[in-house]
């Protein structure tokens, strides 16, 4: 079965810097990739996808992505983060061919904000 | 368009009651599933369903129960609430293990 672990409970980073969230999965094939976003009291949104071709995928709101076979990553990134971008951070693997257990879903990462 | 619709929004239940939560997805996805999020533990996999008539368990299976008639609905059954089940529950569809779409939560509390 298929995991994925982002290292990183809490990342606090300043308005403006850039940002990086790791995610690491493990799965015996190339997986389908995801990160989804959770703001306070809401439901998850899709920031982006990978499914196959270019290994450096473009989301929603200036994030984007890198599939790295290599060293089964797929972490998060985005050159100015904005106060707007606190909010829990999930990762997710998803089986290619469709599993029939939905994704899996990382623990989470809470990325806090300093003006 | 809905999406994915969850009801209720919130709901307090005493110990030992049972109650559903509903789930419509209008979007003809085969699969449909049920997580619950509890702090630092993540989102977690009650029961999926691959299919009308089809179900099975996930991670944390015990005290519910599932059933899926129509594509459309995927209701989850709490037989006897217990404190523990206190959670958010999300219900989630999607297409052949690809990005799922989820509900707004329904945010339990068991007295």
């Known amino acids: 079965a298929q995991s994925v672990t982002q290292p990183d409970i809490h990342i606090t980073v300043s308005e403006g810097a850039s940002l990086e969230l790791r995610c690491n999965y493990s799965y015996g094939a190339t997986p389908y990739l995801f990160w989804y976003v959770q703001s306070p009291g809401q439901g998850l949104q899709l920031l982006l996808k990978y499914f196959s071709g270019d290994t450096l995928v473009q989301g929603i709101k200036g994030f984007e992505a890198e599939f790295k076979r290599s060293q089964s990553s797929f972490n998060l990134r985005k050159p100015s983060v904005h106060w707007s971008d606190a909010a829990e951070y999930f990762c997710?693997?998803?089986?290619?061919?469709?599993?029939?257990?939905?994704?899996?879903f990382g623990k989470g990462t809470h990325l806090i904000i300093q003006p | 368009n809905a999406g994915v619709t969850q009801t209720p929004k919130f709901q307090v239940l005493k110990t030992g009651q049972s109650m559903t939560l509903q789930c419509a997805q209008d979007?003809?996805?085969?699969?449909m599933s049920w997580y619950r999020q509890d702090p630092g533990m993540g989102l977690r996999l009650i029961h999926y369903s691959v299919g009308a008539g089809i179900t099975d368990q996930g991670e944390v299976p015990n005290g519910y129960n599932v059933s899926r008639s129509t594509t459309e609905d995927f209701p989850l059954r709490l037989l006897s609430a217990a404190p523990s089940q206190t959670s958010v529950y999300f219900c989630?569809?999607?297409?052949?293990?690809?990005?799922?779409?989820f509900g707004q939560g329904t945010r339990l509390t068991v007295v």
């Open positions: 997710a693997v998803g089986v290619r061919g469709g599993g029939a257990d939905g994704l899996t």
């Open positions: 989630a569809s999607s297409y052949s293990g690809r990005e799922a779409f």
């Open positions: 979007m003809n996805h085969e699969y």
